[in-house]
């Protein structure tokens, strides 16, 4: 997987980054806050990436 994301062009940092995530989640990762009404937005992902995301799509285009 990390020849994968190499080749895909991520830098050794994010690739290790993306490892460690999904090596945790496959190994019952337990997160070190629990999900609440404290930490949860009611945001989507959608939503999220159209306010953040749009600039940069703009600008490489």
Known sequence: MR???H???M???LVEAVIGMSTG???D???EQRR???TTTPTT???WAYDHLR???ADAS
Do not use: K, M, N
Request: glycine share 4%; hydrophobic share 40%; proline share 4%.
């Open 25 to 27: 989640l496959r190994e």
């Open 29 to 31: 990762f337990v997160p």
């Open 36 to 38: 609440s009404l404290r």
């Open 3 to 5: 020849t994968q994301l």
């Open 11 to 13: 830098t050794e940092s």
């Open 7 to 9: 080749q895909a062009g």
């Open 55 to 57: 600039h940069r799509l």
């Open 45 to 47: 992902l959608a939503t």
